[in-house]
């Protein structure tokens, strides 16, 4: 039994990863936009896009076939705010990107440059079904923590899916503190910078006037204007009930910018404000602790009352760590099925929890067109589950990336694999591989 | 019965130890008597437990899957819950009482209530403002003198979460690991209350948290002293276990007059009364503490984030000593990094103690959810292992290791009505607690929001009494 499945993941390995036409059939299919699981569906992929998902899709003739045996079939899982490909050993300052609190520049870093699609986290999340991330940089020396990207976990060399993808930013306690020590001062300088990077872009002679005195650079600038014309999604990472509203009324001055709000523990208090404004959300759902001043109201059921205010929710991973276990998205969004079962608990159904972490980051970032579901024209991510992807301990059994079938194993399996029986053999251990 | 243990500890004392004894009132002071003729004579339990367990009532639960806690399952069982004790379990067509409150468990699980052997609930309580700060004593890398205890604060919000979603009925709570010997650890009844020895678990023996690693040498060696590697951290743990055994000798020989906590805490460890925790990652490492325990004459009672005890599975098992891990936490710190998803069924298979912890204020929450993880884990890699047996790792394991599993941790005639109810089967990620009985006091109810402990912190503020 062991060793079949070491088998079947040597082959994938052997497999070269190059776009594959491929339908996958007998599958219990999951869209991933929130309807309902299809049985008997089929996924046909070709030129690395889902080209057809459904009942009754008639599969191509000369295409490879894969009989997932009706075994759930999903998009891939895509992590909704991560650090995925930032940091290899988060306490091992040479390996973590995550933050750059001693740059000069703020919002025009860029983490691109920093991804690294080699690093063992990627192979550990990717065989925990997640595909694509959002990716946002932790923070810098000011109050802009710089531009995410949307990523892919490949098995490659190049996992940029879209560059500045977003612009990040703290609100509440940890903005305060870098604007100057009140939430006075986050407020003033958040709109000191826009209107400096708004008066920059109709005359970019004014930041060499201002000198030493500007509040931005160019290159900080640059990024902020993307930010103001709408072109660069705004994540703004607040908590407490009364920050959140102030943050949805900065597009009284600011009208094209695309907030998305992260974190929104006090989210269920302003449901119907944030409902109002078309903003979404990106929530970590477990969180049911005051864990600071800002957090005070927090419950488990803070999601599911959000969505149905008909905030749109996405499900992620952070406050606990945003850069191993993406794998928990799928834990989480259990929970919230089983939260909705629970008397005077809300919570979400299946196809909803599941889209909370498929299509609803991917339209909360402008990418629902491209990733985060099997609708026709989206990427071929596609994952077939040893079960139901939402209950605990469910793992992928393959997993394709625009169309490229992928390798599963990673450090942590030739790691298991060498101490399966952990007594030295007739060489040490370290001949064992 | 609680009383009786307390008479039975006092006696243990009196015979190791001599006097400054407050007791009932009563203090003696060892300059009224000779010292050469009278060794000092002190209490060792001066912060004694108030907890007596709740109002019970007869409580039968029928229909319902029982995991045991001891790897035994019962399809359809009954369990009667009796004057604070589990008084039988059986299958259905066990005699049962007739005036009992009667829960149906049809469709739901029965199992004892979880028991988290790493917490730091209370010692860095929610909300974690820096004034909340009270788990490490990292002035000194060896302060066995400190008692976490002294730091819970019972109001800590994160200990209703606990119950009310992760079924915990019992935790212990243990000092930081900045330092390689952070204090005592306390044992406590995950009972709401106004004070914490309102929350001690009765009679359960203390702990002494141990850190291997990292943490202590990076805590020292940024201030500049030692320890500021590992073999500094050996080093400063040696020459502390050779003043302790001094110290026990002396306080063996009737010889101690000048009373020294921080001995007092490491020679209780030398006799076996107090229990060594040790945070320790890495399979080297905890080799060489088996044999500085050895060196020293001392057991460890449990290897604490043991992510590397797969490497050493068969050695844990050989020397008895538990492993308390997490199903999948990895690449957080160096010492982290050979973390693999199988760590807890690989020790398991071996026959090593194994356990499931928490170490945070949310997982605590879902232990279950740990386990099951790790379960799939191991039968994905083909093992054998039921249910059942799984949940040894949670409630029967860390009570044995916490020294309190003749008396809770298993649903046995005569052991403490420390029981959950689920609303489904527990290794499922849409299972939540329905009920939790502490002692045979029905302490929470999903079904009842009267049931659903708000601590003096929540009182007032958005979201009192909400589902959380």
């Known amino acids: 039994m062991m060793r079949a499945l070491l088998l079947s993941a040597a082959a994938l390995i052997a497999a070269p990863a190059h776009a594959q036409d491929v339908a996958i059939v007998n599958a219990k299919l999951v869209i991933g936009?929130?309807?309902?699981?299809?049985?008997?569906?089929?996924?046909?992929?070709?030129?690395?896009?889902?080209?057809?998902?459904?009942?009754?899709?008639?599969?191509?003739a000369g295409i490879d076939r894969v009989d997932a045996g009706g075994r759930w079939v999903t998009p891939g899982i895509v992590a909704a705010f991560s650090r995925v490909g930032l940091t290899e050993v988060d306490a091992v300052n040479g390996t973590n990107d995550r933050s750059a609190g001693k740059s000069r520049f703020s919002a025009g870093l860029d983490i691109a440059p920093a991804l690294n699609p080699m690093g063992s986290p990627i192979a550990v999340n990717r065989a925990n079904g997640v595909t694509r991330a959002i990716v946002a940089p932790g923070g810098s020396g000011g109050l802009f923590a710089g531009q995410g990207a949307v990523v892919d976990l490949a098995d490659d060399n190049d996992m940029v899916t879209k560059p500045r993808a977003l612009q990040f930013v703290a609100f509440g306690e940890d903005g305060s503190a870098t604007?100057?020590?009140?939430?006075?001062?986050?407020?003033?300088?958040?709109r000191e910078q826009l209107l400096a990077a708004r008066n920059y872009a109709r005359n970019p002679a004014t930041l060499a006037e201002w000198g030493s005195d500007a509040l931005i650079q160019r290159a900080d600038a640059d990024a902020l204007v993307r930010v103001i014309d709408g072109t660069t999604p705004l994540f703004v990472r607040v908590d407490r009930a009364t920050d959140i509203l102030n943050v949805l009324k900065l597009r009284q001055d600011f009208p094209a910018i695309k907030l998305v709000l992260v974190g929104v523990t006090e989210g269920w208090l302003v449901a119907n404000d944030i409902a109002a404004a078309r903003v979404p959300v990106l929530v970590s759902p477990l969180t049911d602790l005051p864990g600071n001043f800002?957090?005070?109201?927090?419950?488990?059921?803070n999601a599911g009352r959000l969505a149905a205010a008909g905030v749109p929710v996405s499900v992620g991973v952070f406050d606990d760590d945003d850069a191993h276990k993406m794998g928990y998205a799928t834990q989480y969004a259990g929970n919230l099925v089983g939260l909705a079962?629970?008397?005077?608990?809300?919570?979400?159904?299946?196809?909803?929890?599941?889209?909370?972490?498929?299509?609803?980051?991917?339209?909360?970032v402008g990418?629902?067109?491209?990733?985060?579901?099997l609708r026709a024209g989206r990427v071929g991510d596609v994952v077939i589950w040893d079960n139901d992807p939402l209950e605990l301990g469910s793992r992928p059994v393959s997993v394709w990336i625009d169309g490229k079938a992928q390798s599963l194993v990673t450090r942590q399996d030739r790691l298991r694999e060498r101490y399966l029986t952990p007594q030295e053999g007739n060489l040490p251990k370290a001949y064992d591989r | 019965m609680i009383r009786g243990v307390k008479a039975s500890l006092l006696a243990a004392v009196s015979l190791a130890f001599a006097g400054c004894t407050a007791n009932g009132g009563e203090v003696e002071t060892a300059s009224s008597k000779p010292a050469?003729?009278?060794?000092?004579?002190?209490?060792?339990?001066?912060?004694?437990?108030?907890?007596?367990?709740?109002?019970?009532?007869?409580?039968?639960?029928?229909?319902?899957?029982?995991?045991?806690?001891?790897?035994g399952r019962i399809d359809n069982g009954s369990i009667v819950l009796s004057s604070g004790k589990v008084d039988r379990v059986g299958g259905p067509d066990m005699e049962l009482p007739t005036d009992?409150?009667?829960?149906?468990?049809?469709?739901?699980?029965?199992?004892?209530?979880?028991?988290?052997?790493?917490?730091?609930?209370?010692?860095?309580?929610?909300?974690?403002?820096e004034a909340h700060s009270d788990g490490n004593e990292a002035t000194s890398p060896t302060t066995p003198e400190v008692w976490s205890e002294h730091s819970v604060w019972p109001q800590d919000p994160g200990f209703s979460r606990a119950l009310a979603n992760g079924g915990v009925t019992s935790l212990q709570i243990l000092p930081g690991s900045a330092n390689l010997m952070g204090g005592r650890s306390i044992t406590l009844k995950n009972v709401p209350?106004?004070?914490?020895?309102?929350?001690?678990?009765?009679?359960?023996?203390?702990?002494?948290?141990?850190?291997?690693?990292?943490?202590?040498?990076?805590?020292?060696?940024s201030k500049g002293r030692m320890p500021s590697t590992r073999m500094g951290n050996f080093a400063v743990n040696r020459a502390t276990w050779q003043k302790a055994a001094a110290y026990k000798k002396k306080m063996d020989d009737g010889k101690v007059v000048d009373r020294d906590l921080a001995m007092e805490t490491l020679a209780g460890v030398l006799s076996g009364e107090i229990l060594v925790h040790n945070h320790c990652y890495r399979a080297d490492e905890m080799a060489l503490v088996i044999d500085m325990s050895k060196e020293f004459g001392y057991k460890v009672s449990t290897f604490h984030h043991a992510v590397e005890s797969y490497k050493i599975a068969d050695m844990l098992a050989k020397e008895g000593i538990c492993s308390a891990m997490w199903a999948d936490w990895w690449g957080f710190k160096m010492e982290a990094y050979d973390s693999v998803p199988e760590n807890i069924p690989l020790v398991y298979k071996a026959g090593a103690c194994t356990i499931v912890h928490s170490d945070d204020a949310n997982q605590i929450q879902r232990l279950n959810q740990e386990a099951a993880k790790a379960l799939a884990s191991g039968r994905r890699m083909g093992m054998q292992i039921s249910d059942e047996q799984a949940w040894t790792w949670l409630s029967y394991n860390p009570a044995k290791a916490l020294g309190i599993g003749d008396r809770t941790g298993s649903l046995k005639p005569g052991k403490m009505a420390d029981v959950v109810l689920w609303n489904g089967n527990p290794f499922s990620a849409y299972t939540r607690p329905e009920k939790v009985w502490i002692d045979g006091a029905m302490m929470f109810d999903a079904m009842n929001p009267k049931l659903r402990p708000v601590s003096d912190f929540e009182l007032g503020q958005p979201g009192e009494g909400d589902v959380k």
């Not at chain 1, 809300?346 to 991917?362: E, K, L, R, T, Y």
């Not at chain 1, 990418?367 to 579901?373: E, F, L, N, V, Y």
């Open chain 2, 100 to 129: 009992a409150d009667v829960v149906d468990g049809t469709g739901k699980y029965l199992t004892p209530g979880i028991i988290d052997i790493h917490s730091h609930l209370g010692d860095y309580p929610s909300p974690s403002v």
């Open chain 1, 179 to 190: 604007a100057g020590g009140s939430r006075a001062a986050l407020f003033l300088l958040f």
């Open chain 1, 367 to 373: 990418m629902d067109a491209t990733i985060g579901s």
């Open chain 1, 294 to 301: 800002e957090q005070l109201g927090a419950t488990q059921s």
């Open chain 2, 36 to 71: 050469a003729e009278k060794p000092v004579k002190f209490n060792k339990d001066p912060y004694p437990s108030t907890y007596k367990g709740y109002p019970t009532r007869l409580t039968v639960v029928r229909n319902v899957t029982i995991f045991d806690g001891e790897g």
């Open chain 2, 193 to 221: 209350s106004r004070t914490v020895q309102g929350m001690k678990f009765p009679g359960a023996p203390y702990g002494l948290k141990m850190a291997c690693g990292e943490n202590p040498k990076r805590v020292y060696g």
């Open chain 1, 341 to 364: 079962k629970l008397p005077g608990a809300s919570g979400m159904s299946w196809d909803q929890a599941f889209a909370s972490i498929s299509s609803a980051p991917a339209r909360a």
């Open chain 1, 33 to 60: 936009d929130g309807s309902a699981p299809i049985d008997g569906g089929t996924v046909v992929v070709r030129g690395g896009k889902v080209v057809a998902a459904g009942a009754g899709v008639t599969v191509p």
